[in-house]
């Protein structure tokens, strides 16, 4: 079973930047799409961003030009650069992989969420 782990939220003035990181360990035929979203209270989890294994990238109209998403295929990890934080930032951001078990069976799986608060 794979399991993701995030590292790097906390507590960050408007303007500033974290950067998370999201380590996938466990054994896995192979893993796929990697990636970000979060939740507010309140509100709807949403996609942030998401990195596919061939390093194509996605992003949420709202983080365009301030987050990067980039992976690390041999260490089958991903990261996510946020800056210019805005307080609407503020949120729990959660890491996700599809993996592969086998050829023919994979999962989507989540990682246990890492809180971002922005500060006005």
């Known amino acids: 079973q794979v399991q993701l782990v995030e590292s790097g939220g906390g507590l960050v003035q408007s303007g500033g930047s974290l950067r998370l990181s999201c380590e996938a360990s466990?054994?896995?035929?192979?893993?796929?799409?990697m990636g970000w979203y979060r939740q507010a209270p309140g509100k709807q989890r949403e996609l942030v961003a998401v990195?596919?294994?061939?390093?194509?990238?996605d992003y949420a109209d709202s983080v365009k030009g301030r987050f990067t998403i980039s992976r690390d295929n041999a260490e089958n990890t991903v990261n996510l650069q946020l800056n210019s934080l805005k307080p609407e930032d503020t949120a729990a951001y959660y890491c996700?992989?599809?993996?592969?078990?086998?050829?023919?069976?994979?999962?989507?799986?989540w990682g246990q969420g890492t809180q971002v608060t922005v500060s006005s």
């Open positions: 996700h992989a599809k993996v592969w078990y086998t050829r023919f069976t994979s999962y989507i799986i």
């Open positions: 466990g054994s896995a035929f192979s893993i796929d799409a």
């Open positions: 990195i596919t294994g061939g390093g194509s990238t």
